[in-house]
């Protein structure tokens, strides 16, 4: 790294690879306090010379708010990736691509982290309705987003008891305002979420996101007989 800066410049193309390659590096080795100055560093420089929508970059920015969140700074982590969103939307949405699930499943976490469950919400069942429809992504990146999600409900409602109401009554039990919310949110995502979340510990949702569908499926096909 030091022989190319002092040869190439510290805003040379390779001297930036090699910089943030050096907080990987000390990334990898748990050294949490140390690559924040280098991927800083990457960042900004690939901005200057290419732009805010330089992929090497985004890469980086990415990165860094990995090791912000590792480092508990979940507040910063958002601020980072929320300034680089619309970036990052233009850059990636459209092939569908895999980038954007795994971008919109880490600020969806983040958000979480910091009590922003409405917006947490709006990425995470964005990140895995996009990771559920290119070739490219892998199971673990769905698993992920959707673990997030499941992240994401268990804390909002310990958060807000007070939006439970322990009068109504449904066939899986007791439900909260939150819980509507939450199955209303997960019914629009795809049909799968249902059996993994069957799977999950929070099997109640996906039993009720099944029973209500399997409920409107009947009532369709009733409607259909009788025209």
Same mark, same amino acid.
Request: hydrophobic share 35%; net charge neutral.
């Given at each position: 790294?030091?022989?190319?800066?002092?040869?190439?410049g510290?805003?040379?193309?390779?001297?930036?690879?090699?910089?943030?390659?050096?907080?990987?590096?000390?990334?990898?080795?748990?050294k949490?306090?140390?690559?924040?100055?280098?991927?800083?560093?990457?960042?900004?420089?690939?901005?200057?010379?290419?732009?805010?929508?330089?992929l090497?970059?985004?890469?980086?920015?990415?990165?860094?708010?990995?090791?912000?969140?590792?480092?508990?700074?979940?507040?910063?982590?958002?601020?980072?990736?929320?300034?680089?969103?619309?970036?990052?939307?233009?850059?990636?949405?459209?092939?569908?691509?895999?980038?954007?699930?795994?971008?919109?499943? =880490?600020?969806?976490? &983040?958000?979480?982290?910091?009590?922003?469950?409405?917006?947490?919400?709006?990425?995470?069942?964005?990140?895995?309705?996009?990771?559920?429809?290119?070739?490219?992504?892998?199971?673990?990146?769905?698993?992920?987003?959707?673990?997030?999600?499941?992240?994401?409900?268990?804390?909002?409602? &310990?958060?807000?008891? =007070?939006l439970?109401?322990?009068?109504?009554?449904?066939?899986?039990?007791?439900?909260?305002?939150?819980?509507?919310?939450?199955?209303?949110?997960?019914?629009?995502?795809?049909?799968?979420?249902?059996?993994?979340?069957a799977?999950?510990?929070?099997?109640?949702?996906?039993?009720?996101?099944?029973?209500?569908?399997? =409920?409107?499926?009947?009532?369709?096909?009733?409607?259909?007989?009788?025209?």
């Open positions: 790294l030091e022989k190319r800066r002092r040869l190439l510290d805003n040379h193309p390779d001297t930036l690879v090699s910089i943030n390659n050096m907080g990987v590096l000390l990334d990898k080795l748990g949490l306090a140390e690559p924040e100055p280098y991927y800083r560093e990457a960042m900004e420089g690939g901005r200057r010379l290419s732009g805010d929508d330089d090497n970059s985004l890469n980086t920015m990415m990165s860094l708010s990995s090791l912000l969140e590792a480092r508990g700074e979940h507040a910063e982590a958002v601020e980072l990736m929320a300034a680089s969103e619309r970036t990052v939307r233009e850059k990636f949405t459209a092939g569908g691509n895999r980038q954007l699930g795994i971008f919109l499943t =880490a600020l969806g976490r &983040a958000r979480t982290n910091v009590g922003d469950y409405e917006t947490a919400q709006s990425n995470l069942t964005e990140a895995f309705t996009v990771l559920g429809g290119v070739g490219d992504a892998t199971d673990e990146d769905r698993r992920e987003s959707l673990n997030c999600l499941v992240k994401l409900y268990e804390r909002w409602n &310990a958060a807000e008891p =007070a439970r109401e322990p009068s109504i009554q449904g066939a899986f039990g007791e439900r909260s305002f939150l819980r509507r919310r939450q199955l209303a949110a997960l019914e629009h995502l795809p049909g799968r979420v249902v059996v993994v979340m799977r999950h510990p929070n099997e109640r949702a996906g039993r009720q996101i099944a029973c209500r569908r399997r =409920a409107r499926a009947s009532h369709e096909r009733k409607e259909d007989e009788h025209d």
